[in-house]
């Protein structure tokens, strides 16, 4: 359907139209039949910042992200940006009790995908000062653009001082010169429970790359597209830093506290493309110096089989296989 104020495609059901903000519960509104797409003269580079849902129920939300959202829209422009070096604007300095410090443990893929597709356990877990992870399936096309979609728990506002409680849907999309917007959280907050399996899908149909995530369990869901730019693939790195935004598997978690190492178990897994080879990757720097490593460090090229091959460093453990990819300790 399209907005009836605007006229762009609503590719989903919400409450506000995430082009013109207009409130769509509105008395005023009218459904419209669909459309073709509207969106082919989108400027290359620009991020639509859309968050799925409704209305926010009062008291979901802490105070400072309450005052993130503009005349009760959904659309959240304070959360941190899923990559530091990437993101312009970005003041990060090492304060007590703020989440300074980036952990990253990640596998980055070889090979070239048309499609990605990874299965991930919604683990619930959090540091002393009760920030939590992401979840992410990164994909870096042919044409240079880095989309990442995911699933986060406890994520830190942009401030590093609090963070929006339980999981979210979370996506973000850099542009080849490295511009974006803060990443977008759906349905605050979504209705995914600990444990439940969520599937994250990276696909091109239609001269766009869409970004998708599913609960099986409750059967919660986001879908978000933008622009290929004329891409078809996502393509592998030839060396583990061949690309700083590579095509991957990620656990990334913010802390206050550097070498923070306590990481319960993570599995990503898929079954129809066998992974044939890449690099495990642990590493933890203060955004947005990319150069500022507090430790850093990545495995040779493992050929991949069947059973997990294990890589560790610093404390922190990854196990990777043609079909799974670990982090955590030791399955």
């Given amino acids: 359907m399209k907005c009836p104020y605007c006229q762009n495609d609503l590719h989903a059901q ?21 459309q073709k797409s509207g969106h082919a ?36 422009t304070g959360v941190m940006c899923l990559y530091p070096p990437l993101c ?19 596998f980055t893929f070889s090979q070239d995908f048309s499609s990605l597709s990874y299965n991930v356990t919604a683990v619930a877990q959090s540091d002393s000062y009760g920030f939590g992870p992401a979840y992410l399936l990164n994909g870096h096309s042919d044409t240079g653009y880095w989309y990442q979609i995911g699933l986060a728990y406890n994520w830190p506002l942009s401030s590093g001082t609090s963070y929006d409680s339980g999981f979210h849907f979370i996506w973000e999309v850099f542009a080849p010169n490295g511009t974006t917007n803060n990443p977008s959280l759906s349905n605050i907050p979504d209705n995914v429970n600990a444990n439940d399996t969520v599937g994250l899908n990276l696909y091109f149909s239609g001269g766009k790359v869409i970004m998708s995530a599913v609960d099986y369990n409750t059967g919660a869901s986001m879908s978000q597209s933008y622009t290929a730019a004329g891409g078809s693939r996502f393509v592998g790195s030839s060396g583990f830093s061949g690309s700083t935004t590579p095509t991957s598997l990620m656990t990334e978690w913010y802390h206050p506290d550097p070498n923070w190492t306590t990481m319960r178990q993570v599995v990503y897994s898929e079954s129809s493309t066998a992974v044939a080879s890449g690099w495990a990757c642990i590493s933890e720097y203060v955004p947005p110096n990319p150069n500022s490593g507090v430790y850093q460090s990545c495995s040779s090229q493992m050929i991949l089989t069947n059973s997990p091959q294990a890589y560790s460093y610093h404390g922190l453990n990854t196990f990777s296989s043609q079909f799974s990819f670990q982090t955590g300790p030791s399955p």
């Fill in 14 to 34: 919400t409450s506000f139209c995430p082009y013109c903000g207009n409130n769509l519960a509105s008395p005023t509104y009218a459904r419209v039949g669909a």
């Fill in 88 to 106: 312009p604007g970005s003041t990060y300095t090492t304060t007590s009790g703020k989440a300074s410090y980036d952990s990253q443990v990640s």
């Fill in 41 to 76: 003269g989108a400027a290359v580079g620009l991020i639509i910042l859309l968050v799925l849902g409704g209305l926010f129920l009062s008291g979901q939300l802490t105070p400072l992200a309450s005052r993130l959202y503009d005349d009760s829209r959904n659309v959240l």
